[in-house]
């Protein structure tokens, strides 16, 4: 028993009673955790402001038997850009059902925490394509999660030699040369661009990990074998942005 502080952003929240709600929160030094905010629905409440979704936080909690109780929160970054912009949203809320899934209640993950302030922030702030920001996200997560596929030779034989054609299997979940990729069947060709730039996302540091540029088609390449990757290596299908199917949109 006893209060806590740490930074973190809200990621799911749950209207319960007249006017409260219980929140989700991605904490620095926490996690993932649960925290009860009594009184946020209404506006003139303290907590009103801070407890929205996707608000990024400095919180006071009291921590309870089940679950925190907020006590205050000030906000750093609100991230209205997101919530006002269809696409955006729609972007985030992908974003936010893998972190979900991803990240397990009370471990701290400071580096997931770290990726997704970052795909927000360029999300909101630039003008970068929010699908190459969803590339990297997606694929620089699972790298931290254990996932990275192995890009650096052909997992099959050794060989280093990937400069003809380079497939991507799925199965052994690394690149194979062109000799290995024409024996598997369900591996599938991909292009040097997008095994360079699968190479910079996995490997990279931190501060250069969105620092590159790729051509549409290059992206669209990139997305396929992302949603395929994120699907068997996580185990669920992630449809949000289908949506933007509907509207025409990438």
């Keep these: 028993m006893g209060y806590i502080k740490t930074k973190g ?5 749950i209207n319960t009673g007249e006017a409260d709600k219980i929140l989700t929160i991605f904490s620095r030094n ?3 955790i649960s925290g009860s905010a009594k009184g946020a629905r209404r506006p003139k409440n303290k907590l009103a402001a ?6 990024y936080s400095d919180f006071v909690l009291f921590k309870g038997r089940d679950m925190y109780s907020i006590n205050s929160c000030d906000i750093i970054e609100p991230f ?5 912009d269809v696409v955006k949203l729609t972007y985030c809320a992908h974003f936010v ?3 979900n899934d991803a990240i397990q209640e009370g471990q701290p993950a400071p580096k997931a925490l770290q990726l997704f302030l970052n795909s927000l922030h360029l999300l909101a702030k630039t003008e970068k394509p929010p699908e190459l920001i969803a590339r990297i996200f997606e ?16 997992i099959e034989c050794g060989n280093a030699d990937l400069s003809r054609e380079v497939f991507f299997s799925f199965k052994q979940c690394g690149v ?10 369900s591996s599938i060709n991909i292009s040097q661009g997008t095994l360079r730039a699968l190479r910079h996302i996995a490997h990279c540091g931190f501060n250069e990990l969105f620092c590159f540029d790729l051509a549409p088609p290059l992206i669209n390449e990139m997305g396929r074998i992302c949603k395929r990757y994120l699907r068997e290596r996580l185990e669920r299908e992630y449809t949000k942005l289908d949506f933007l ?5 990438p």
């Design 30 to 32: 926490y996690g993932k």
């Design 80 to 84: 209205y850009e997101i919530r006002n």
């Design 139 to 154: 694929m620089r997560l699972l790298s931290i999660l254990g996932y990275a596929p192995y890009l650096k030779c052909c």
């Design 9 to 13: 952003i809200i990621i799911k929240e």
């Design 50 to 55: 801070a407890t929205q979704m996707l608000c």
């Design 245 to 249: 199917k509907s509207l025409n949109m």
């Design 176 to 185: 194979l040369c062109q000799d290995c990729g024409r024996k598997e069947q």
């Design 97 to 99: 059902d893998i972190i």
